[in-house]
């Protein structure tokens, strides 16, 4: 997803307003960043208040903290880009059961959980970072599949 979509779905209006969104612009800019940039966005336990931003370059895995509420200041970001060499991932864990799928990961100590239509995001931000960790093209992305029920597949039987 990109960084303006993200802006729209956030679960605080503020998290995301304008002045916000333009220091996280300005900070994934500065490392590297394309404009509106393919993004993960945490939102964390208070979105009000703190969030964190992931966005894959070609040099690396930009990581972005902002800050919405500084007293006298305004909102404040930090970013840091980590070189894909020491980009630090743990395992992605995936479990389905029917049409429902659940998927969580780790990358640069920020946790990654979807259930669902957020699951395939996940998984598909995911796929665009071991693109640029194997140097590959980051895959087109695909749209988002249906939630009604799969058509039932057809079953083997074994005539007697």
């Known amino acids: 997803m990109r960084l303006s979509e993200w802006g729209n779905m956030a679960p605080i209006p503020a998290a995301a307003g304008p002045n916000v969104l333009a220091v996280a612009e300005a900070t994934l800019a500065t490392l590297g960043a394309t404009p509106d940039p393919h993004c993960w966005v945490a939102w964390g336990e208070d979105p009000g208040v703190r969030w964190v931003l992931l966005a894959a370059t070609p040099a690396g895995l930009v990581t972005v903290h902002v800050r919405v509420i500084v007293p006298l ?3 404040r970001a930090a970013g840091k880009l980590v070189r894909w060499p020491r980009v630090q991932l743990g395992d992605v864990q995936v479990e389905v059961q029917g049409v429902h799928r659940i998927i969580s990961a780790t990358v640069e100590s920020v946790i990654l959980r979807g259930v669902d239509a957020e699951a395939d ?14 140097g590959r093209p ?13 058509a039932p597949s057809a079953s083997v039987t074994a005539e007697a």
Do not use: C
């Open 73 to 75: 200041e305004g909102p």
């Open 121 to 134: 995001a996940v998984g598909a931000f995911l796929q665009g970072v071991f693109a640029a960790i194997d």
């Open 138 to 150: 980051s895959p087109a992305p695909s749209p988002a599949p249906s939630t009604a029920a799969p």
